[in-house]
């Protein structure tokens, strides 16, 4: 089951690796079927940088045209050059889908909902009543990824609600949706239900590549879109990564991770079943825990044995692959040494199974989302707590966060000075620029402080002399 590794050797050396090593990592595991997949689609072997590159290329200088020959030779559908799904066919969609799965979809959206307008942040000072003050304005365009599963037959359809609810609530004008077709050229209905519920404006049946390059480039039938969001597998994360610049984003995801620190007062068949929980999305995915002291880790592993024989097929072979080949079992002695472990590790989902969870949760600083305790398992996260289940990887909790409101907002900063509040400040800034020898800089501060007086011209007077007056 869960490889044992101790601080210091290889193994674990390798699991608290830096995210620039470990997105490498992945890109060089992903190259080896990228080139016979590009051999058998295209005709010839070629590196994943290179097909992003020419995509990005074609789409740029034949828009639509480009789009639909990738698509149909990367996904076998998409011949057609017209990508749109009318709204008629997302709301016959919403009457499609099973009751409970249409209630389901609405408390989801409720919940995120609520929890995003708590995290709008306040402008200040825009009314021109202070000196200083902040306008938060939302993206005009925002278009968001959802991960399709093989052949679209699996499309993550919560990803619509986790991206962009936050969207719709920042006040995004316009909200784009893409995900890879099934082989008929459709969108599976669930996904098509609930961009419905949510109010997407525009959904497109185009994955991979093709549709990175299209949101970011813009052709006659898809806009180019502001920012880029959601989740997908290493070649749509390095099609973001080309995106980058001609629109913004919101990370470079990876494979799933769960990171779960346990102590003797922890479950071990709820463990097992949140480790299982991830690594059932991909074989790369990371699932670790993190067992501090005795009596959970033997606990762990038997369960995760027997639960991992109880899923279907399919689920079974991804999840244990993942667990054979990124599962990792950690001991340590005292929940001091676990925070330490997992602030190095910077896990997407960090899961406290702790009899007291809040000198961890005072302790970690690198984390996507902390979930506290038996009764918040990281798939009620994924699903309907509220916040957003689209989250850092690879160790990259250290510098970015998830998706939330803020994400779709720019903040634009508004000084608005009286002579007074110029005056207080005004030979401090002089002195700056002088230091940084911008005279220019220098000189627009001095001139206000010792303004030219400013001489005007006498008034000219004109005299009208009426016609055939003297003089």
């Not at 995004?172 to 995900?179: D, E, G, N, Y």
């Not at 299209?214 to 997908?232: E, H, M, N, Q, R």
């Not at 070649?235 to 980058?244: D, P």
């Not at 599962?327 to 009899?355: K, Q």
Request: charged content about 20%.
């Amino acid at each position: 089951m869960l490889t044992e590794c101790v601080p210091g050797d290889a193994l674990f050396t390798d699991l608290v690796s830096s995210a620039h090593r470990r997105f490498r990592r992945l890109v060089a595991e992903a190259e080896g079927k990228a080139k016979a997949f590009y051999q058998k689609t295209l005709g010839r072997e070629a590196t994943i940088q290179q097909i992003v590159d020419e995509v990005f290329a074609a789409v740029e200088a034949e828009g639509d045209v480009a789009v639909a020959r990738y698509a149909k030779a990367f996904d076998g559908a998409g011949a057609t050059e017209s990508f749109r799904v009318s709204k008629e066919r997302m709301a016959r969609a919403w009457t499609l889908i099973p009751d409970d799965l249409r209630q389901a979809i609405q408390v989801a959206i409720r919940q995120v909902t609520d929890y995003q307008r708590r995290l709008l942040p306040a402008s200040f000072g825009t009314d021109l009543d202070e000196p200083l003050g902040v306008r938060w304005m939302p993206l005009d365009r925002v278009g968001a990824y959802v991960p399709g599963g093989t052949s679209g037959s699996l499309p993550l359809f919560s990803s619509v609600i986790m991206n962009l609810v936050p969207a719709k609530v920042a006040g995004v004008a316009q909200t784009v949706l893409v995900s890879p077709p099934r082989a008929d050229g459709t969108l599976a209905t669930e996904l098509l239900a609930t961009a419905h519920a949510v109010g997407v404006d525009e959904v497109y049946a185009v994955g991979g590549i093709p549709a990175i390059a299209a949101l970011a480039c813009g052709t006659p039938s898809i806009k180019a879109v502001d920012k880029l969001v959601g989740p997908g597998n290493i070649v749509v994360t390095m099609a973001k990564q080309r995106a980058y610049g001609r629109v913004d984003l919101d990370m470079l995801a990876g494979p799933s991770e769960i990171l779960v620190l346990a102590d003797d007062s922890a479950h071990p068949a709820f463990v097992a079943a949140d480790l299982l929980s991830q690594a059932e999305h991909d074989a790369l995915a990371m699932a670790v825990c993190i067992a501090v002291g005795h009596g959970v880790a033997s606990g762990v592993q038997r369960e995760l044995a027997v639960q991992l024989e109880r899923l279907p097929a399919g689920r079974q072979e991804v999840a244990r692959e993942s667990i054979v080949r990124f599962g990792r079992l950690v001991r340590v002695n005292s929940v001091v040494e676990a925070i330490d472990v997992a602030n190095r590790i910077a896990a997407e989902h960090v899961e406290l199974m702790l009899r007291d969870p809040h000198p961890a949760i005072a302790g970690l600083r690198h984390a996507g989302a902390i979930f506290v305790g038996p009764w918040s398992p990281e798939p009620i996260g994924d699903y309907v707590a509220g916040p957003s289940h689209t989250l850092p990887t690879g160790g990259t909790a250290r510098m970015w966060s998830g998706i939330a409101v803020d994400t779709f907002l720019r903040r634009t900063s508004i000084i608005n000075f009286s002579e007074a509040d110029f005056r207080r400040l005004a030979p401090h800034g002089e002195v700056l620029a002088a230091a940084e020898g911008l005279e220019a800089h220098a000189h627009a501060i001095r001139i206000r402080r010792y303004p030219p007086r400013i001489v005007r011209p006498p008034t000219s007077v004109n005299i009208i002399v009426p016609p055939n007056q003297p003089g």
